[in-house]
T-cell receptor, first 110, second 113 residues
């Protein structure tokens, strides 16, 4: 079983729509969670960390569900510039190795 | 801001060559990582290092080696390049023991002919 799993999509949504991605992880002792954004042919960049209580940054909301072992990313009022691949990242409580999902592709359509 | 610098954005080499990819970070991070990224496979960890002269194998170390002689520099070596090593290579760094994300370099798009 993979450490981290994501629906690859693609998700094609109209501008202004709300879209949500989920990501499941297998290690129940994982301690840190992140969402990264990756544009085509560019490096991944940190979008936001995911805290136990959930956190919001403008139009983006991240949530953690430890009982079901998944994290989610909600994007409200989608913009064309949100088109990218979104990577879920998990850091277990042992070692220093981060585990990346394969990414979810989002295209926002005018 | 954290800066992770990879020596080349694009590189073309021939089969059998020894290839060096260099990565330097300026934030005194203990941990450094080398990944390759291929379509449909996501990021796969090749090697990582949590201290000078320390290294750990990742998921796909075969055909690669690494060197960490200084804290700020982590080198990836393709001992004898093969066409299946054509890929995007990404270096990252992070603090150890903190709830701290990884920071990536711009990536090196390596083609082996």
């Amino acid at each position: 079983r993979k450490e981290v799993e994501q629906d690859p999509g693609p998700f094609n949504v109209p501008e202004g729509a709300t879209v949500a991605f989920n990501c499941t992880y297998s290690n129940s002792a994982s301690q840190s969670f992140f969402w990264y954004r990756q544009d085509c042919r560019k490096e991944p960049k940190l979008l936001m960390s995911v805290y136990s209580s959930g956190n919001e940054d403008g139009r983006f909301t991240a949530q953690l569900n430890r009982a079901s072992q998944y994290i989610s990313l909600l994007i409200r009022d989608s913009k064309l510039s949100d088109s990218a691949t979104y990577l879920c990242v998990v850091l277990p409580n042992t070692g220093n190795q981060f585990y990346f999902g394969t990414g979810t592709s989002l295209t926002v359509i005018p | 801001d954290v800066k992770v610098t990879q020596s080349s954005r694009y590189l073309v080499k021939r089969t059998g060559e020894k290839v060096f990819l260099e990565c330097v970070q300026d934030m005194d991070h203990e941990n450094m990582f080398w990944y390759r990224q291929d379509p449909g496979l996501g990021l796969r960890l090749i090697y990582f290092s949590y201290d000078v002269k320390m290294k750990e194998k990742g998921d796909i170390p075969e055909g690669y080696s690494v060197s960490r002689e200084k804290k700020e520099r982590f080198s990836l070596i393709l001992e004898s390049a093969s066409t299946n090593q054509t890929s995007m290579y990404l270096c990252a760094s992070s603090l150890r023991g903190e709830v701290e994300p990884q920071h990536f370099g711009d990536g090196t798009r390596l083609s082996i002919l």
